[in-house]
């Protein structure tokens, strides 16, 4: 006789209601009024969003390594991450909101008469909304799936919707569709890998959970050919989906097609969510056979920086530029997966949130720079703004500060303690690494800053629009919280230290 | 000790004050004056209360503290903002308030018609919140955070009208030799933390028994140092009359009365070091010694009455840093100058304010003459000051720089009578100056500008005037009745109770010899200026040419530190333009580089980018068998 498998609903709940939403959203797109629907859409993205959140932190000190049998482990640092992803999706939904930025029938060619009649009609599609959700779903649970079959699930269950999503965007529409094939093409190509190496694991532990590859890898000794190559193909999943070099060529493409708030939501969330779930592997399943991949993803940590902060410099255009940033960030982020401790945990935690606020501020305000057909990411355009839109270019200023890691930000901290448990852990080297490329990394970002302050202005057809309420709200929060964790660290970091664990 | 709860108050009524005025901004032109002096006048009270309450206590249970919270806790290294209410800082809580609310008053009328007015009142009350936090922390951290905002607030008020080039360069000449000060105040706190592991006055007073000869002696020459900056003391006393381009009641609050004694505060507070390290005390004397005289003698030589009022503030706090130099003795003698000095030295600037408000800002004295026919009662008052401040019996300079010359005389040996003489030098020259001053602007005939239609000041002006008058009065009297002020102050300068019974000039003789000295000066000087040239005259003797140029100190700064420092800062710019910029444009060059060849990988065509995968997959595996093998 069959018995059903017992699930933890109160725990799976966050994950649940986002997917119910989604698929609500769904029908709505299907079946509501046009005039009402992005209203409806927006008021229920948003609402699932918070009462998800509500429900995770209700369940906030309650953890279980078989919340669905042994496919889902909810723990701290799954329920850290989940929140912090549930967060960047508020802040990134409320920038979405503002649908000037989305071609309004996405199914339409560029350029195509069907288009013009969509833009002349005024009819708006708004998929982007369930898309989102579903995304989100997936996202939260990439780092909470303990098997092979739920990692790739969710991989695939958050990767599929970014795909369609970075082919949204309303201007410029062909590079728009190129990234999002690029995007895909490369995503599947990854995935394959990933697939590869949980058969190879499988191979080697005749297991699909992580628990079992630990206990195969204590019982049988690290050194099989198998295990090794698993370990290298699951690698190359994960360190696409975090940008890593040299998996990393999509990033600048991608980021730069994708329309603007797409890519802000897509680089903090995706982030958290790939990088949660290659702790949760390298910490929990891999731990025992550290000796043959420290080395190696050490090693990648530091040419993903010098990659990602030396590409930087010769970037001419804003969001190009800060794809690669998001690529020296990833660098940064490594290091810490490889000290291998409770302190680089916690400290990657808060990286993992504050990097995530001010990216999806800095993109949010990338949105608002415009001129007559659309938004300006031409980095030389934006010479002098800082004396046309004083407040607007201080804001960017300020993530850009976070971002090079300036006292007082959240990214200081942020870089101060993950280094810092780097250090802990042995690895000077990675240490002096990081803080080299950081230096270098700060002379792109200040560069942008001395543009905006201190030139002139070159040509006058480039302006600040007026953003609408929702996006001031969601730029206004990024801004407040990347100050408060600058000079408030420990409101923060207490929490991700109380956060900081993995149940087996 | 007496656990206190109010003393925080006393700061943080007037720090809130000031943010509240500069932060409304013209919203509170209206009443933001009568706010800040209300502020200002509720510090006084709060004073006063607990200085009643401090009477009621007994010995030990005098001093009362506060911890406000736990500041700075790194390791073993901690500090609280704690504040110190003893019987000491209560002298300076009461003179700062008192003083402070009376210059307030004056201000309103004095600034009436500055549009900027609330903004100056707002800085007066900042000024006030970081004095008293001066002279109220129990730790030389706390009193370093006290020390740099009255910095502050004495920088933003010298420049307050910065619209004038000259004036904003005052205040930049001011902040400059008070950082001078500042680094001898930081060092001192650091050797002092290396030595004893705490900051705090209690602390440091217990492990000065034990210390080294050596370790005291640096840390009272750095706080020498700092008195100095902050004290317009040789060799950094250039910036006092400089400063005198602030409007005229920061001169009288800050520049006479309050700020510029906290050097004389700090050294008092310290006595702990300078009593075990004669070294330290010597090097005090001789500071005191020197500025005394070179303030009066660059007093006899102003035309500018604010000017020639600051040389003198100068002078007189020269004679209170020779006193803190004489151990145990003159501490409390000091704190007396330094009370009385501070109730006839703001009486006297007021009045040159009043006469300024008057003569349409002129500061020439040669313009001046003949004012008491126009201005009693600022004669008056001006004159009380005057004859405080030459030591006249029964007025309060007598009691308080007689004790010091007595003092000076006492030290003993070459010593005594070295000093002795330099302090009754001083109090001759001071006598000729004063007499200098008064003569020029009170008495003599008009030699006005012909705009000039000089009138008495109002009421809110000439009332502190009159106040500060009775002060310069009775306060000297009051204060050594009974030896009142001595004996309060026992507990913290540790008084010894030697008895003076055995010296070849009995106190009485002293006296007298000051009173002819100062005659002579008074006389010397009804002589000289019984007829003024309008314009100074220009065939003086050489001496007259250099007290003028403040005895070339200015040119001295300039030859010694100035010029040799541009040179140095123009080389060191070479260097770092040529060497280590040149370093940094290799290094960019290479990243340049190195950036396109990399931005050249970065084709577009997915195929390439699919190779580059397969490129890191390969490499991947291979680095992990190379790791196993």
Redesign the interface.
């Known amino acids: 006789m069959l018995t059903a498998p017992k699930l933890d609903y109160a725990l799976l709940a966050p994950m649940l209601i986002i997917l119910g939403a989604a698929l609500i959203g769904v029908l709505i797109e299907a079946f509501a009024k046009q005039a009402w629907r992005a209203r409806l859409q927006l008021v229920v993205a948003l609402g699932a969003i918070v009462i998800s959140f509500e429900q995770l932190f209700r369940v906030r000190n309650q953890g279980s390594s078989i919340a669905a049998v042994t496919s889902v482990s909810i723990d701290g640092t799954g329920i850290f991450l989940q929140g912090a992803i549930l967060i960047f999706a508020f802040l990134g939904i409320l920038i979405i909101a503002d649908h000037d930025n989305f071609a309004p029938q996405a199914s339409a060619l560029p350029g195509s008469p069907e288009e013009a009649a969509a833009i002349q009609a005024g009819k708006q599609q708004t998929e982007v909304f369930p898309l989102t959700l579903f995304a989100v779903a997936g996202m939260m649970l990439f780092p909470v799936a303990t098997d092979f079959i739920t990692l790739f699930v969710a991989l695939e269950v958050l990767s599929l919707p970014l795909y369609l999503m970075a082919g949204l965007s309303r201007r410029r529409r062909l590079l728009s569709q190129e990234a999002a094939l690029k995007y895909f093409l490369l995503g599947a190509y990854s995935s394959a890998f990933f697939l590869f190496g949980a058969a190879l694991l499988y191979g080697y532990s005749g297991t699909l959970s992580l628990n079992g590859l630990t206990d195969a890898i204590r019982g049988s000794g690290g050194n099989d050919v198998f295990l090794l190559l698993g370990i290298a193909f699951l690698s190359v999943g994960l360190l696409f989906k975090v940008g890593a070099v040299p998996f990393h060529s999509w990033t600048p493409d991608v980021y730069q097609g994708a329309p603007t708030p797409i890519t802000g939501f897509m680089a903090a969330a995706t982030k958290a969510a790939a990088f949660g779930a290659t702790l949760r592997i390298f910490y929990l399943g891999l731990d025992s056979a550290q000796t043959s991949w420290k080395p190696i993803i050490a090693v990648i940590a530091v040419i993903t920086m010098i990659v990602g902060s030396i590409a930087a410099i010769s970037q001419r255009d804003m969001k190009r530029m800060l794809a690669f940033s998001s690529i020296a960030h990833a660098g940064f982020i490594l290091t810490a997966v490889v000290s291998l401790n409770q302190n680089a945990l916690s400290a990657t935690l808060f990286y993992l949130l504050a990097y995530g606020v001010a990216t999806i501020g800095a993109f949010g305000v990338i949105t608002l720079v415009r001129d007559s057909a659309g938004e300006v990411s031409d980095v030389n355009r934006w010479v002098g703004l800082g004396k046309k839109s004083p407040l607007v270019a201080s804001v960017f200023s300020l993530f850009l500060l976070s971002f090079a890691g300036i006292p007082l930000t959240s990214g200081f901290v942020g870089k101060f303690s993950i280094f810092s448990a780097a250090y802990e852990s042995g690895n000077i080297y990675l240490v002096v690494a990081g803080v080299l490329t950081s230096a270098i990394a700060v002379f792109f970002y200040l560069r942008v800053i001395l543009m905006l302050f201190f030139a002139d202005s070159t040509n006058d057809s480039v302006s600040v629009v007026i953003p609408s309420i929702l996006t001031r709200i969601s730029i206004s929060i990024c801004a407040l919280i990347t100050i408060v964790l600058g000079i408030a660290p420990s409101l923060l970091f207490d929490i991700a230290q109380d956060f900081a664990y993995f149940l087996r | 000790m007496t656990t206190s709860t109010s003393l925080v108050y006393l700061i943080a009524l007037p720090l809130f004050s000031a943010g509240l005025l500069l932060l409304l901004g013209r919203i509170a032109d209206k009443w933001g004056h009568i706010f800040a002096t209300l502020v200002s006048a509720s510090v006084f009270v709060i004073g006063v209360m607990e200085f009643f309450a401090m009477q009621g206590r007994e010995g030990e249970a005098r001093a009362a503290t506060q911890k406000v919270f736990e500041w700075i806790s790194v390791g073993t290294f901690q500090v609280d903002a704690s504040l110190l209410l003893d019987q000491l800082s209560i002298c300076f809580v009461l003179l700062i308030s008192g003083v402070g609310t009376l210059i307030h008053i004056y201000s309103i009328a004095y600034m009436s018609h500055d549009r900027d007015r609330r903004r100056f009142f707002a800085y007066l009350n900042l000024f006030i919140a970081a004095m008293l936090l001066l002279v109220l922390g129990d730790s030389y951290l706390n009193l370093y955070v006290g020390w740099e905002g009255v910095g502050l607030a004495s920088y933003l008020l010298i420049g307050f009208w910065n619209q004038k080039p000259a004036y904003a360069t005052a205040a930049k000449k001011a902040f400059v030799a008070n950082r001078v000060g500042d680094v001898g105040l930081s060092l001192a706190i650091m050797i002092a933390f290396t030595q004893f592991g705490t900051v705090t006055f209690a602390g440091v007073k217990e492990g000065a028994s034990g210390a080294s000869a050596g370790a005291l002696t640096a840390i009272g020459a750095m706080l020498l140092l700092a008195a100095a900056g902050k004290s317009a003391q040789f060799p950094l006393q250039s910036w006092l009359g400089d400063a005198m381009a602030g409007p005229t009641p920061v001169s009288a609050l800050i520049h006479a009365a309050t700020m510029v004694t906290a050097g004389v505060y700090l050294i008092t507070r310290s006595n702990f070091i300078f009593d075990a390290s004669p070294t330290a005390q010597l090097m005090v004397v001789i500071v005191g010694a020197i500025t005394l005289l070179f303030g009066a003698l660059i007093g006899t030589a102003k035309d500018d009455i604010k000017k020639a009022l600051a040389a003198s503030t100068m002078s007189q706090i020269g004679y209170m840093i020779l006193a803190t130099g004489l151990g145990p003795v003159g501490y409390a003698f000091a704190i007396m100058h330094l009370i009385t000095h501070g109730f006839f030295k703001a009486g006297m600037f007021l009045g040159a304010g009043s006469v300024m408000h008057g003569m349409n800002d002129e500061v020439n004295m040669r313009r001046y003459g003949a004012i008491r026919k126009v201005m009693p009662i600022t004669a008056a008052t001006f004159g009380l000051g005057y004859l405080a401040i030459l030591g006249v019996p029964p007025f309060a300079g007598f009691y308080s720089k007689d004790k010091i010359i007595e003092t000076a005389f006492y030290a003993g040996g070459v010593e005594g009578i070295l000093l002795g003489g330099a302090t009754l030098l001083g109090a001759g020259i001071t006598a000729f100056y004063m007499t200098r001053v008064m003569v020029l602007t009170f008495a003599g005939t008009k030699r006005w500008d012909e705009n000039a239609h000089p009138h008495e000041s109002p009421f809110l002006m000439w009332a502190p005037m009159a106040v500060l008058a009775v002060g310069s009065v009775a306060s000297g009297f009051l204060l050594n009745s009974g030896n009142a002020l001595v004996n309060w102050l026992e507990p913290v300068v540790n008084e010894s109770h030697e008895h003076h019974s055995e010296h070849f000039l009995p106190p009485l003789a002293i006296s007298a010899m000051a009173l002819v000295v100062v005659a002579i000066g008074v006389a010397f000087a009804i002589l000289k200026y019984r007829t003024v040239p309008v314009v100074a005259p220009e065939n003086v003797t050489g001496f007259t040419k250099a007290a003028r140029k403040d005895l070339y100190q200015d040119s001295f700064n300039e030859a010694v530190f100035m010029r040799p420092g541009q040179k140095l800062t123009a080389g060191l710019v070479k260097t770092d333009y040529k060497v280590i910029d040149g370093l940094v444009r290799v290094v960019?060059w290479v990243?340049?580089i190195?950036?396109?060849s990399?931005?050249n990988?970065?084709s577009?065509y997915?195929r390439?980018?699919?190779l580059?995968?397969v490129?890191?997959?390969l490499?991947?595996?291979a680095?992990?068998?190379m790791?196993?093998l």
Request: proline letters at 0%; zero cysteines; aromatic letters at 8%.
């Open positions: 960019g990243i340049q190195s950036a396109s990399i931005r990988i970065q577009g997915v390439s980018y699919a580059i995968m490129l890191g997959v490499a991947l595996v680095a992990v068998w790791v196993t």
